[in-house]
């Protein structure tokens, strides 16, 4: 053994199960991205793998820190629909890094978020108004 050593992987994996109610509409399930951070001369790839129940809704391969955080930048990654049953939806979030250097680092945040389909956020407006109106009338 000549005392060099290969690349090393650090690997972080998340998996959310998320209990599915009866849904009659287009409710959206999405990822928002916040901040995405890295740092060490010895990063060789970024690999991220993001899917929801088993079926990869994302998947990359980065050369550079700076390509990664040019691609989280887009700040929202849609996930499709709710099925119409109740059951559990499966979202699992993989990053792995490969470096040369130990104190190589990547940092990410993100938060998984129920978006309601348009015509919900338009009937609560509705109801709202018809509710000021009606609260007007009575004093």
């Known amino acids: 053994m000549n005392g060099e050593s290969g ?3 650090q690997r972080s994996v998340v998996e959310v199960a998320l209990a599915t109610p009866v849904v009659g509409g287009e409710e959206r399930l999405s990822i928002l ?3 995405f951070e890295g740092e060490g001369a010895g ?3 970024i ?3 993001i899917s929801r129940d088993g079926d990869a809704a994302l998947a990359e391969v980065f050369t550079s820190v700076d390509a990664a955080i040019a691609f989280f930048a887009i700040a929202e990654l849609d996930l499709g629909t709710f099925a119409t049953a109740s059951g559990e ?3 699992s979030y993989w ?3 490969i470096s040369s250097d130990v104190t190589s680092r990547v940092s990410t945040s993100w938060k ?3 978006i309601p389909e348009p015509s919900s956020g338009l009937l609560i407006l509705l109801g709202l108004l018809g509710l000021s109106g009606r609260g ?4």
Do not use: H, R
């Open 7 to 9: 690349p090393l992987s």
């Open 112 to 114: 998984l978020v129920v």
């Open 136 to 139: 007007a009338k009575l004093n």
């Open 47 to 49: 690999e991220v793998l």
């Open 95 to 97: 990053i792995e890094v």
């Open 33 to 35: 991205f916040g901040e």
């Open 43 to 45: 990063i060789e790839s």
């Open 89 to 91: 939806t499966l979202v």
